[in-house]
């Protein structure tokens, strides 16, 4: 009887907690969107994402047959991740044209083969961006086929203007 008397009780903590919580959740996310600092909007909101996800998996232990309104609280960043993503997108844009035209240096590794460092700095950018989609882990097949879908978009758009940069600056010569 001891252990489900403080499961009860932790559990009422637990709702208590939520309703605090909650709409504090739901107000920094409106102000995120608001927001137009590519990496403050991303490091709120993966804190925030971390943090709630902890909460859930807490009130999953203490209440495990009570659906609680956290059960979709993936769905509340879905729009700040979509805002990022476009964000990003544009800053990718700048990123990749000020890589190739910039910084890389074509060098020859053999007679037809020439070595872009900008090709490397792209990919560690793609990279970056799948990794952040891979921390907002979607349970809904819906949703993460649509933000998939858009990060497929963006890296597809991304390795299209760095070939025709490459293409650009090698047909200068190098």
Not at 19 to 40: F, H, M, R, W, Y
Not at 87 to 104: A, N
Not at 113 to 139: A, G, K, Q, R
């Amino acid at each position: 009887h001891g252990s489900t008397r403080i499961k009860r009780e932790g559990g009422n903590q637990v709702v208590e907690l939520l309703g605090k919580v909650i709409p504090a959740v739901k107000s920094t996310l409106e102000a995120e969107q608001k927001s137009n600092a590519e990496n403050d909007v991303l490091n709120d909101c993966l804190g925030l994402y971390g943090a709630v996800a902890a909460l859930k998996k807490l009130c999953k232990e203490l209440q495990p047959n009570v659906e609680i309104v956290l059960d979709k609280f993936h769905s509340w960043f879905y729009h700040v991740l979509e805002m990022w993503l476009q964000m990003v997108q544009g800053l990718t844009e700048v990123r990749v044209k000020k890589s190739v035209l910039q910084f890389d240096q074509l060098t020859r590794v053999d007679m037809l083969v020439p070595y872009s460092s900008s090709v490397v700095d792209v990919m560690t950018m793609d990279n970056h961006l799948c990794e952040v989609i891979d921390i907002f882990d979607f349970p809904d097949e819906k949703s993460r086929f649509k933000v998939i879908e858009k990060l497929t978009k963006q890296l597809l758009e991304t390795s299209k203007q760095l070939c025709d940069l490459l293409i650009q600056k090698s047909n200068g010569g190098y």
